[in-house]
């Protein structure tokens, strides 16, 4: 059956709010790519968090991490419902996140290097939901609801490494449980927690 000329009302008033869809589905493809990847990344990363100062960062890299799962998570629905994708080919998909500098650093267990790349990935997710923000406000309340809920948990997870890194307080109690996401777990209930 084809869908190819299937418009749904729900995309119809996007563009008549003056959104451009094909922007939006690129963008928020895009976003998916970073989360799922930086997922993975993270978890190569978090294993290399060795000794006693390690064991500290790991628990606050797997918070990140599961939270990231659950961004990845976030994305899907919304990506379909506007008329969207993933790629067929999984590397086609990590191609496009861009991450390769969360490749393990020289020598692998090098904490320092570790949190720096955690943080510079923290904060260019930051960029990339408020980047969906702009697109949306006003236009798309669904999709700036997903962006802004996502930005915000990014925003938690910058500060935590801004903590780890320069001694800036944070304000943050560790979650109650890896994967908790307080602000996006509504987008991802495919997780189940
Ligand atoms: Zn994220
Ligand atoms: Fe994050």
């Not at 915000?152 to 780890?164: G, M, Q, R, S, V």
Request: aromatic fraction near 8%; proline fraction near 4%.
């Amino acid at each position: 059956m084809s869908t190819t000329n299937v418009k749904p009302v729900g995309v119809a008033i996007l563009e008549k709010n003056g959104l451009d869809v094909d922007a939006l589905i690129a963008q928020l493809t895009k976003n998916a790519s970073v989360e799922f990847t930086a997922y993975y990344y993270f978890t190569n990363l978090r294993m290399h968090c060795v000794g006693v100062e390690g064991e500290g960062i790991k628990g606050v890299i797997e918070d990140a991490r599961m939270e990231d799962l659950s961004h990845f998570e976030s994305c899907i629905e919304r990506i379909y419902q506007l008329g969207g994708k993933l790629p067929n080919h999984a590397h086609e998909f990590v191609n496009m996140s861009g991450c390769e500098f969360l490749e393990i650093p020289e020598p692998a267990t090098d904490l320092q290097a570790i949190l720096e790349k955690c943080l510079k990935a923290e904060q260019g997710a930051i960029a990339n939901w408020n980047q969906v923000c702009n697109m949306t406000f006003g236009k798309d309340p669904v999709t700036y609801d997903l962006a802004k809920d996502l930005l915000a948990e990014e925003i938690e997870h910058e500060a935590w490494f801004l903590e780890l890194l320069h001694g800036r307080p944070s304000g943050h109690m560790r979650r109650r449980y890896p994967g908790e996401s307080p602000h996006t777990r509504k987008h991802s209930r495919a997780l189940d927690r």
